[in-house]
C-alpha cells in the first residue's frame, strides 16, 4: 500500500489485512517498553490543519510507539499565519524527507493533492472536508470485530448528522464492502442524498433504525459545517433523534460507538455515552493500533533510506 487516501477504492483484502495485523499492536501497548521496530529511521509528518484530539494524538502515539521520528506540524503558529499558501507549506515539508504526510483539513480532495505533488511521501487521509475519515472507519470495523468476532452478517445502525459527516462516508462503504448491512436515521435536513448507491437502507425513525441491531454508531451534529439551520434546536433534536436509554432497550446487547468529540444530550445521553454497551473509548484505544498497523503496512512498501533531491 502507497497511501491511504480512501475506503473507496481500498482493496477489501487490504482493509481486511490492516484489521488483522491491528491486535498485534494492541499487544505492544501492553507491553513495559511499547516499541517495535517497524518504523525505525522512518518520519512522519502531521499536517493537521483542523482541529483533532483522537486522531492527532493516535498518529502520533503510533509512530513513536513503531519507532519512527514523528513531526508534528502547529497550523496555528506556522507561516501559514504570514500568508504561506498550503502547497507551499507540504512542499517546505516534503523538503526535509518525511517517509509519510498524515494530512487532515477542512477542504475535500487535499490528500490526493499531497500525493501528485509531492511523489517522494506516502500520504494517510486523517480527514479531509466533508469527504472521507478512512482510519476512523477502519478502527470502528475493527472495534466492531473485537465484539462480535466478525462484520459479515452484522447490521450496524448509523445515527445523526450524515450529511456533514466523513466518518459516515468511509463507515458506510467499508461495512458494506466487508459485508454487513447499513441502516441509518437522521433529520431529513441532515440526510445526504444517493445513500442507496452506498449501499445503506435509510429508516423513517432512529427506533426503526436500531430494531435489532449489533452495533449503533452515533454521529455528533457537526455545528462547525453549518452555514443555515438544519435542526430546529438542541433540545429538539435530542428529543426527536437522541440516543438515550429508553430507545437503545429494545436493541437486545448491541454495542454503542460515537467516534467523538460527543455532543453529550444533543446526539447522545451521558448515560449511554458513559454505560455498559459504549464503546466509545475503546475506540480511541483501538485507533492507536489501527494506525500503527496502517502506517507498518506503507512503510513495508517503502525503500529504506533517503532520498537526496540535490
Ligand atoms: N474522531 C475524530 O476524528 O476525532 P478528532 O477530531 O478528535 O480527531
Given at each position: 500500500?502507497?497511501?491511504?487516501?480512501?475506503?473507496?477504492?481500498l482493496?477489501v483484502?487490504?482493509?481486511?489485512a490492516i484489521l488483522?495485523?491491528?491486535?498485534?499492536?494492541?499487544?505492544?501497548?501492553?507491553q513495559?517498553?511499547?516499541?517495535?521496530?517497524?518504523?525505525?529511521?522512518?518520519?512522519?509528518?502531521?499536517?493537521?490543519?483542523?482541529?483533532s484530539?483522537?486522531?492527532?494524538?493516535?498518529?502520533?502515539l503510533?509512530a513513536?510507539?513503531?519507532?519512527?521520528?514523528?513531526?508534528?506540524?502547529?497550523?496555528?503558529?506556522?507561516?501559514?499565519?504570514?500568508?504561506e499558501?498550503?502547497?507551499d507549506?507540504?512542499?517546505?515539508?516534503?523538503?526535509?524527507?518525511?517517509?509519510?504526510i498524515?494530512?487532515?483539513?477542512?477542504?475535500s480532495?487535499?490528500?490526493?493533492?499531497?500525493?501528485?505533488?509531492?511523489?517522494?511521501?506516502?500520504?494517510?487521509?486523517?480527514?479531509?472536508?466533508?469527504?472521507?475519515?478512512?482510519?476512523?472507519?477502519?478502527?470502528?470495523?475493527?472495534?466492531?470485530r473485537?465484539?462480535?468476532?466478525?462484520?459479515?452478517?452484522?447490521?450496524?445502525?448509523?445515527?445523526?448528522?450524515?450529511?456533514?459527516s466523513?466518518v459516515?462516508?468511509?463507515?458506510?462503504?467499508?461495512?458494506?464492502?466487508?459485508?454487513?448491512?447499513?441502516?441509518?436515521?437522521?433529520?431529513?435536513?441532515?440526510?445526504?442524498?444517493?445513500?442507496?448507491?452506498?449501499?445503506?437502507?435509510?429508516?423513517?425513525?432512529?427506533e426503526?433504525a436500531?430494531?435489532g441491531?449489533?452495533?449503533?454508531?452515533?454521529?455528533?451534529?457537526?455545528?462547525?459545517?453549518?452555514?443555515?439551520?438544519?435542526?430546529?434546536?438542541?433540545?429538539?433534536?435530542?428529543?426527536?433523534?437522541?440516543?438515550?436509554?429508553?430507545?437503545?432497550?429494545?436493541?437486545?446487547?448491541?454495542?454503542?460507538?460515537?467516534?467523538?468529540p460527543?455532543?453529550?444530550?444533543v446526539?447522545?445521553?451521558?448515560?449511554?455515552?458513559?454505560?455498559?454497551?459504549?464503546?466509545?473509548?475503546?475506540?480511541?484505544r483501538?485507533?492507536?493500533?489501527?494506525?500503527?498497523?496502517?502506517?507498518?503496512?506503507?512503510?513495508?512498501?517503502?525503500?529504506?533510506g533517503?532520498?537526496?533531491?540535490?
Amino acid at each position: 500500500m502507497r497511501h491511504l487516501l480512501r475506503i473507496r477504492g481500498l482493496p477489501v483484502g487490504q482493509a481486511r489485512a490492516i484489521l488483522d495485523e491491528a491486535p498485534r499492536y494492541l499487544d505492544v501497548a501492553d507491553q513495559p517498553v511499547p516499541r517495535t521496530p517497524a518504523l525505525l529511521g522512518r518520519t512522519v509528518v502531521l499536517l493537521f490543519r483542523e482541529p483533532s484530539t483522537r486522531t492527532r494524538s493516535s498518529f502520533q502515539l503510533a509512530a513513536k510507539r513503531l519507532s519512527a521520528e514523528p513531526l508534528a506540524f502547529a497550523s496555528a503558529s506556522s507561516s501559514l499565519s504570514k500568508g504561506e499558501t498550503f502547497l507551499d507549506t507540504a512542499r517546505t515539508l516534503a523538503a526535509m524527507a518525511p517517509d509519510i504526510i498524515v494530512t487532515r483539513s477542512r477542504e475535500s480532495g487535499i490528500p490526493e493533492l499531497l500525493a501528485r505533488e509531492i511523489p517522494t511521501a506516502s500520504v494517510v487521509n486523517a480527514g479531509d472536508g466533508i469527504s472521507e475519515h478512512p482510519t476512523q472507519a477502519l478502527l470502528d470495523a475493527f472495534t466492531i470485530r473485537r465484539h462480535r468476532g466478525r462484520v459479515r452478517g452484522l447490521t450496524v445502525a448509523i445515527i445523526g448528522d450524515l450529511l456533514h459527516s466523513r466518518v459516515f462516508r468511509s463507515n458506510a462503504l467499508l461495512l458494506t464492502m466487508l459485508g454487513a448491512r447499513v441502516r441509518c436515521a437522521g433529520p431529513p435536513t441532515l440526510m445526504p442524498p444517493g445513500l442507496e448507491r452506498l449501499g445503506v437502507e435509510p429508516r423513517p425513525s432512529v427506533e426503526e433504525a436500531l430494531r435489532g441491531a449489533d452495533a449503533v454508531m452515533v454521529l455528533r451534529i457537526q455545528h462547525e459545517r453549518m452555514h443555515d439551520s438544519f435542526i430546529p434546536s438542541r433540545r429538539e433534536y435530542f428529543h426527536e433523534f437522541g440516543l438515550t436509554e429508553e430507545r437503545l432497550r429494545p436493541t437486545r446487547d448491541a454495542i454503542v460507538l460515537h467516534p467523538g468529540p460527543l455532543n453529550r444530550a444533543v446526539e447522545i445521553s451521558s448515560a449511554v455515552a458513559d454505560g455498559p454497551r459504549s464503546v466509545i473509548l475503546e475506540q480511541v484505544r483501538n485507533g492507536v493500533a489501527v494506525r500503527m498497523a496502517v502506517l507498518a503496512e506503507i512503510a513495508r512498501g517503502r525503500p529504506r533510506g533517503r532520498r537526496r533531491r540535490d
